[in-house]
């Protein structure tokens, strides 16, 4: 609302100039029309006004629909003045017919609460709308305030006033809308059912355990999930992405009418591909904060219908369906295993798949081979022993104790690649993930000297929970054999992904170097260990040495 200019004190009230020369004034009325502009759509067609009571007046004169006559009969508050837009203006959307008397039964759903015209200004403008019985008051108030003299500039100051308050009741008024839209949306997500779920428990729990709780170690896995860089990089990663959406669109017949439950939704991509490619419900979850964006995507692209959105951990939430045919997931972390997300997914499997359902992606494959870089040594390791012309010996501590996550190039390998597990994702068992595994290579005709070995995963997505898919080949191998089969790979041979590949680089000052040359055979185990103290970390163990020889080790810390 426009301030009115102040008078000083040697204006005088009762001078009829001055108060023509203030309503005068250059952008007197503008700065009102400036502020106030606002566009008002119709109830129901696209037609626009400036304001709510001459559209109003429109759909009364064009349609027969009274608004105020509606509000006025059901004694409507706020609230309910808003329930009644939001039904007309559905009903004009869906093209099906308004009730011929709306009562207040209509308008008993809290799901009316939810805007069906984004930004609508009719709602902010609901207080400009005379009130219930205030016709009558308005044609006796115009002959008292002539009779007790006020002048143009006195009625002006008195409006605003009662304009200020009234701003200041709608936003009031607007706040508690808004609150009463985030629990209805609340409500019909789960969330709601969640926190009685968390209140169940924690009312089950014995008086007698005072105790705090421990840390969850896995709490910061899940806050770092709260952040877009992460999902945008996920997202962007098309290798990842495409496979998903080629496998979900390219078996629609798979889908369709079909329960899929996805654990970790993350923004809730493939919650909607499955939501686009006929599933008939599709239930998202996620422990992040990263939910509430995903309820907000989802709703955006009117897949609200078809997709629920439950936050917790798979472990703890109960789900609004007792099974599902279908299991979406992207659980997969460096090196395949890391971030330990993937007994999650058997948990839900053995609690909720039906026993012919299917798991996406179905097998995973891990690989391991030998590496040889001069460069890369060079430029990421030797370096620190001239830095500027200092050296820098001491960077180099510990240099050789962490696995690196990096890309390597193809020609860095120097032997033949070894699949060394391979994980039926329908039938693997939480032990299995935890092994140790025998491989085998056979160096290639370029080699010099042997740096360390280099892990990735290759990924397939079956489409039975019957079909098996040899170790022995690779994604591109797997994928070649079937029209339409989809599967993809980390490795160094392929277009690269945002999980890299694993190197493990030798320390060179605690292992032996071992003589190499074209075509010799080397043999090995790898271990994959849970890390203590790092529950969704790695302590992989690599022992090595050619055919017949003797064997030495290194452990690396992927945590």
Known sequence: MAEAYPRSDSESVSSSDNEEQWLDQPGAEDDDEEQEQVEVVS??????????????????????????????????????SVKLINLVRQSAKEGTPLPKEITAE?????????????????????????????????????????????????????????????????AKQFSSYRMAVEQTLDKRWGVEEDEKAESAKKAAAPAAEEKKPEKD?????????AHNDIHELMIKDAVRTDAYRDFIYANKDLFAGKTV??????????????????????????????????????????????????????????????EVDIIVSEWMGYCLLYEAMLPSVFFARDKYLKPDGLLVPSHSSMWIAPVSDAEYIAENISWWRDVYGFDMKAMQTGIHTDARMTVMPADAVCGEAHAFRMLDLHTAKVEDLVFEDKWKTTLGDKVEALDGFLVWFDCFFGESRKEVVDADLTAAQWAAKGKERVAFTTGPFNTATHWRQGLYLFDKSKVKDIEVKPGSKLTGE?????????SRGL?????????????????????
């Not at 170690?217 to 999930?225: L, T």
């Open 106 to 170: 209509h308008l008993a759903d809290d799901k009316l609460f939810i805007p069906v015209l984004d930004d609508d200004a009719l709602i902010f403008c609901l207080d400009e709308l005379p009130a219930q019985g205030e016709e009558k008051g308005k044609t006796a108030e115009a002959p008292a305030a002539a009779s007790n003299g006020e002048g143009p500039v006195d009625e002006l100051l008195q409006k605003n006033a009662k304009l200020q308050a009234e701003l200041e009741q709608l």
């Open 261 to 322: 439950l996805d654990i970790g939704c993350g923004t809730g991509i493939l919650s909607m591909f499955c939501a686009k490619a006929g599933a008939a419900r599709v239930i998202a979850v996620d422990n992040s904060a990263i939910l509430d964006k995903a309820r907000e995507n989802i709703f955006n692209n009117k897949l609200d219908h078809i997709i629920t959105c439950v936050r917790g951990r798979i472990e703890d939430v109960v789900l609004p369906v007792k």
């Open 43 to 80: 109830l129901l067609d696209e037609k626009v006004f400036p304001d709510a009571p001459s559209m109003l007046a429109y759909c009364k004169d064009k349609f027969g629909f009274d608004f105020i006559a509606v509000r006025d009969r059901l004694e409507l508050d706020f609230h309910g």
């Open 526 to 534: 790898i271990k994959y260990a849970v890390a203590e103290g790092h």
């Open 217 to 225: 170690e896995s709490a910061y896995y899940f806050e770092s999930y």
């Open 539 to 559: 302590d992989i163990k690599i022992t090595w040495g050619l055919e017949g020889g003797d064997k030495q080790s290194q452990t690396w810390l992927l945590h």
